[in-house]
């Protein structure tokens, strides 16, 4: 009943950039946060950025200064711009949505979308 559908993944050169989206469908009546999460092979998942529903943020120390995270509160989006993207930036980028309220509930849950692949190669 809840989906985080993302795009804007793709191949660029260093130095290039790229804007991800991601939507969360459903009958939701707010959600406390919302943020982006990467793999690399070989690594753990890790913290990119996050940013609630008053637009407080979040970020990971090796993209502070290059990206930037913001949201749409109406649609319940989430947009992460890269910008200066480095060959380590290279990972699946995963979106994620904490403290989904549904309609009916007093209950809130997390969901995470399906990964998109961000390549920064030469």
């Known amino acids: 009943q809840v989906q985080l559908v993302e795009s804007g993944g793709g191949f660029v050169q260093p130095g290039g950039s790229l804007r991800l989206s991601c939507a969360a469908s459903?009958?939701?009546?707010?959600?406390?946060?919302m943020g982006w999460y990467r793999q690399a092979p070989g690594k753990e998942r890790e913290l990119v950025a996050t940013?609630?529903?008053?637009?407080?943020?979040n970020y990971a120390d090796s993209v502070k200064g290059r990206f930037t995270i913001s949201r749409d509160n109406v649609k319940n989006t989430v947009y992460l711009q890269m910008n200066s993207l480095k060959p380590d930036d290279t990972a699946v980028y995963y979106c994620?949505?904490?403290?989904?309220?549904?309609?009916?509930?007093?209950?809130?849950?997390?969901?995470w979308g399906q990964g998109t692949q961000v390549t920064v190669s030469s």
């Open positions: 994620n949505a904490a403290g989904v309220r549904l309609a009916n509930s007093v209950l809130r849950r997390t969901y």
């Open positions: 459903g009958i939701i009546l707010d959600i406390n946060a």
């Open positions: 940013i609630t529903s008053r637009s407080t943020t």
